[in-house]
């Protein structure tokens, strides 16, 4: 019960804590930056409805403008200006015509006055009788001359036909012939026609199949370059371990099993991961056994068994926490990835126990926080781990894998579509292949049956049937065009004999009718003048028209070019007005997200408070009462005490008289173990009678005494209990000397698999090793002659492929460079992050010195080397170099990054951690 009250205590001191951490300077800050961001949201809200009742404003201005000179392109000016153009030219044409009606006018006057009988043509009356007559012997001459050539003309036309009809028979096989050829291409046209193959459709799809194909290969290269891209980080081959192995058993690389759901969260992912991303998934552990055993694998691979693996998640609170205090910028990384069923535990092995944050500032704060306390991961690859382990900076050159996966996937599906529709296409055109090798066929039929038919048309055009009716034809039309001619002629002839008889008539009767003739002209002529005088009035007003109407349209004009400079202007003013406008309004809206968010950051904050408030006063109810319980159960206690210590006084007084019993009579001791029991189960005894047995039996006893050894069946039943404890013993030994036998075989058993593991290892490396630092050279690691590998093992060396018989017969420098190898294979087994080589080339010359330089660049890339060396040929593979000399007697040290270093230092720059960093490489000489 005081642990209890102790517990409640603490659960309140801890609210207590929580309370006024939440209360302080969290809190605090969380409502000075609501109250800033009321503040921030309030001005933003202003500015942009002011921003918006300009932006209206601004709208109705131009809406106006743009009614204004819609309205003065709707008045036509231009065709205004072109009908009083028109009608000025037309007044113009009015004048001039009544200028010539006054000039005739007085042409006729003056012929009147001076009695010729002069006309509007200024002719006189005889002047033009004799024009007349002229025309008429012109027009009896065209008459004749026309009769002649009909009379010509229908005799050659009978000559003609004559001849046309002697060749009629001929003409006629011809016109058979071409009417058969006709009606072939007529037959072959209408099956051609009838026949369903449309050739445009078909050449759609021949055009369609050219250009898929070309999409085809330029996805099938985008996927080829991308595959390329990941081939070294996401392949592995294996061979099957036994001819039943069942590859589908083997589901490859995690990398290239995971659907990235957005790909800007890709870089986050991929340090979520780690390594783990280029693990391979498969089945079981026992498929896993068979490919490390048996597999032939090329390289170092860690394999996910999916019944073995551990599925981590991170608990729901955490989620909801993160999301709480995140304001929804933090997500699991699970959830951003997708992938089939049955590889859900592989996904939550890489991913279940990290958060992916959009920026570092929410990555900080969640990592660090009480409540979620998880790695989280940023879009930028910025990790924070809970451990105090915060690692950024600028990542290494390349792509990220899973982001080039991620491409590749859209590639590869890309692809797939692109050969599913060219499939179709291609089964399109098979389906109309038949139809097609018709059509062709009977196009070609066509094409030949025309030929010949163009063929006979031209033999029918060229034969002299055929030459014979086009010249009758040509007769014909140019015998009725000389009748025409001939008629048109004689028709003349009569009007112009008709006009001269007229003239005569004239010519006879103009001295009587004179004075007429002459009141006739003057009427005339004062009438043309009116009329040229209405004309010129006419031409005035239209110019007068003209230039209202070119003035009026230079008005409007320079008008429409003010209101479209002022629409221009206008709509830039909008269009500034609307970006400003948009700005602010996503300005405001961000305020806005933001407000809300630190507005329910803060409720909840409070929530959780008066939560806390809630728990703490609960928790002291409890402790209260608690409390109470306690004071009564020390009451409780005091009294059970006192009944205890009676209840002891009475044992102890029990306890006398049962060891007085015991030592009275020996069998109470041997016997007192079945007291309530079987014989011993006193309920159902009558104790008088057993009392009377019990005197009898006694009185028995006592007879026999002397005779009887009352402690043989003690001493028996004592025997035969140890010998009973004994065997127990003994089985239970033996069941631990069976147990220990077999563990010291299991463990010889995995020692000598070690052991086997070791010395293949360390043989591959010393053999590698030894050959780097002396090229054409070779040596193993083998157990004596009739040996196994457990009894020892000796070194074994060869040169040119000759192997030696014993060491001693190498030189000095190579059995430096032998027991170097050994070590080195050694520490490459088991190798440590820094080794101290001191002038292990001592004995070396300057060649085997380099040897051993590039020999640690390529098999100790991960740790660092101290190297004491006094030759330049060790220098070369250096880092950095640090060299010692006297300087006026003083040992003076400097230091030197060579070319080398400093291009792993740029390599490395930018990339920076804040608790652990990034091991480098760094081989160092100093002299």
Known sequence: MQADLDDVEGLVQALLTEVELQAGGETLELQARVDKLAMELTRGTTTWRSKCDTLASEQATLEGLQTALQELSDQDHDAKVARSVEARTEAQAALEAAEGSVSAAQREVAGAEAGDGRDESNRSLQERLADAQTEATHADSEAKAADVRAKHLAKQLAEQQKA????????????????????????????????????????????????????????????????????????????????????????????????????????????????RLYQVVVDDASTAQKLLEKGRLTQR??????????????????????????????????????????????????????????????????AF??????????????????????????????RCVLATLHDLAAAEARLDAACAKL??????????????????????????????LSLLQERMACSESAQLAASVAALSTELAESKQAADAARTKSKEVAA?????????????????ARLQAAKEKLKAAKAGVDRCRKALKAAEQQVAMANAERDAVGEERV??????????????????????????????????????????????????SDEEIAGHRQAAARLMRAIQELDVEAHRIEKKSKAIADHGNKCAEFAAKVESEY????????????????????????????????????????????????????????????????????????????????????????????TWHKVNGFFSSIFTTLLPGAQAKLVPPENQTFLEGLEVKVAFGGVWKESLTELSGGQRSLLALSLLLALCRFQPAPLYILDEVDAALDLNHTQNIGSMIKAHFPQSQF??????????????????????????????????RGRAEQQQQKGRSNVVAADTRRVLGNAN
Not at 202 to 225: F, I, T
Not at 305 to 328: C, E, I, Q
Not at 564 to 592: M, N
Not at 878 to 890: C, P, S
């Open 164 to 275: 046309l009809g002697s060749k009629q028979q001929d003409a006629g096989s011809l016109q058979k012939e071409l009417a058969h050829q006709q009606a072939v291409v007529d037959k072959s046209t209408k099956k051609l026609q009838s026949l369903a193959f449309d050739e445009a459709a078909h050449n759609a799809l021949e055009e369609a199949r050219e250009a898929q194909s070309l999409e085809v290969r330029q996805a099938r290269e985008a996927v080829d370059r991308l595959s390329q891209d990941v081939a070294g980080w996401c392949e592995f081959r294996y061979s099957p371990p036994d001819a039943s192995f069942d590859k589908s058993r083997v589901h490859g690389v995690l990398a290239r099993l995971v659907q990235v759901k957005d790909p800007s969260t890709t870089l986050a992912l991929e340090v979520a991961a780690g390594s």
């Open 301 to 366: 691979v860690t394999i996910i068994p999916l019944d073995k693996v551990y599925a981590p998640n991170l608990p729901s609170s955490v989620v909801n926490a993160a999301d709480r205090m995140g304001g929804g910028k933090a997500k699991p990384a699970l959830e951003l990835v997708g992938s089939s069923d049955h590889l859900q535990a592989a996904l939550k092995y890489a991913f279940g126990t990290s958060l992916v944050c959009e920026d570092a500032a929410t990555a900080r704060r969640l």
């Open 369 to 398: 926080s009480r409540e979620v306390s998880t790695r989280c991961v940023t879009l930028d690859g910025d990790d924070f781990n809970p451990s105090g382990l915060l690692t950024g900076g600028s990542r290494p050159g390349g």
């Open 423 to 452: 499939a179709s296409i291609e089964h399109q055109l098979a389906a109309t292949s038949s139809a097609q090798a018709e059509y062709n066929k009977l196009r070609q039929e066509v094409s030949l049956a025309s030929h010949s």
């Open 499 to 515: 006009m001269s008889k007229n003239l005569e008539r004239e010519i006879a009767n103009f001295g009587r009718e004179q004075g």
């Open 562 to 611: 003010g209101l479209q400079a002022k629409i221009e202007a206008s709509t830039q003013a909008v269009a500034a007005l609307k970006a400003e406008e948009a700005e602010l309004r996503e300005s405001t809206a961000t305020s806005r997200d933001a407000y809300e968010g630190a507005v329910a950051q803060l409720n909840t904050r409070k929530k959780r408070m008066q939560e």
């Open 666 to 757: 020996s069998w109470v001791s041997v016997e007192k173990a079945g007291f309530g029991s079987g014989d011993y189960n006193f309920n159902n005894y009558d104790m008088r009678k057993s009392k009377l047995d019990y005197t009898e039996a006694e009185a028995r006893r006592e007879e026999l005494k002397g005779r009887v050894n009352s402690k043989a069946l003690d001493k028996l039943e004592k025997a035969e209990s140890e010998y009973n404890g004994l065997m127990s013993k003994r089985q239970i030994v033996d069941n631990d000397r069976q147990c220990i036998l077999q563990v010291i075989e299991d463990l010889d058993d995995k020692k000598k698999i070690a052991m086997k593991d």
């Open 866 to 899: 101290i190297v004491v060396s006094l030759k330049e040929g060790m220098f070369n593979n250096a880092n950095i170099i640090f060299r010692t000399k006297f300087v006026d007697g003083v040992s003076a040290v400097t230091r030197t990054v060579t070319q």
